[in-house]
């Protein structure tokens, strides 16, 4: 039975990026992609269906990506296609990370310590850094929190500072945009951002604040006597009547 979306004059542009992004294992580009059009017509001859897409450009491509992400948020598809520093990929929501966590529960990630995201923070920003450069700014050694960001590939050696002494010079890598879902260094928050989001946070950590205008306690009535509570029975819990 054939697709009834392709019709006799064969898919649509549209269509072919869909197909690539689905195939692919990782963000692809639009560099990528417009090589795939022109190697599929060189294979294929004399066949004008596929020869059509062989002068494709890397604009055509990205507006047929724009297309598709439209198709997708006014379908209400549970995947999107995402944009990172190495190209476009076809993900799942993330509103939908609670199921796949239960289908996939070898794959939860590891998550970094409080140094390490620290550390992490100051490459990004002051990047190309030094260890002492790191050093100076947090005020410990950061031996280990390095070899952790190397080891898991967040971060990578760009060469050495032409100082005394040559240190290593350290730099994020691409797996670190794409683990952070960004598209380049510009998308990092700026200092009004950073701050702002603190203070969210620490509202929304805060107790809520105390009424401004207490009701008064109702009056006694004379000779009643106010038993004394102990402060154990401040914080002891409400008993159920019998």
Do not use: C
Request: no cysteine; hydrophobic share 45%.
């Amino acid at each position: 039975m054939s697709d009834p979306s392709i019709t006799h004059e064969g898919p649509a542009l549209k269509q072919i990026v869909e197909a690539l992004l689905f195939a692919s294992q990782k963000p692809i580009s639009a560099r990528e992609i417009v090589a795939a059009l022109r190697a599929a017509a060189e294979a294929a001859g004399e066949n004008p269906l596929i020869a059509a897409f062989a002068k494709t450009k890397e604009g055509d491509v990205v507006e047929a990506i724009d297309a598709l992400s439209a198709d997708y948020a006014a379908a209400g598809h549970a995947f999107e296609i995402r944009e990172t520093v190495a190209g476009w990929q076809l993900v799942t929501s993330p509103a939908f990370a609670p199921w796949l966590r239960q289908l996939f529960p070898e794959s939860r990630p590891a998550r970094l310590s409080a140094p390490a995201l620290e550390t992490l923070a100051i490459i990004a920003y002051r990047q190309p850094a030094t260890r002492a450069d790191l050093e100076a700014v947090r005020g410990v050694a950061v031996d280990g929190v390095m070899q952790t960001l190397l080891d898991r590939q967040l971060i990578r050696i760009a060469g050495r500072a032409d100082v005394p002494g040559r240190p290593l010079l350290y730099e994020t890598t691409s797996h670190f945009m794409e683990h952070f879902g960004l598209r380049n260094l510009e998308e990092l928050p700026n200092a009004t951002e950073l701050r702002r989001a603190a203070a969210i946070i620490a509202e929304a950590n805060s107790e809520p604040a105390p009424p401004s205008a207490a009701p008064e306690p109702a009056a006694e009535p004379p000779g009643a006597e106010v038993p004394e509570i102990s402060p154990e029975a401040e914080d002891a819990p409400p008993q159920p009547h019998e």
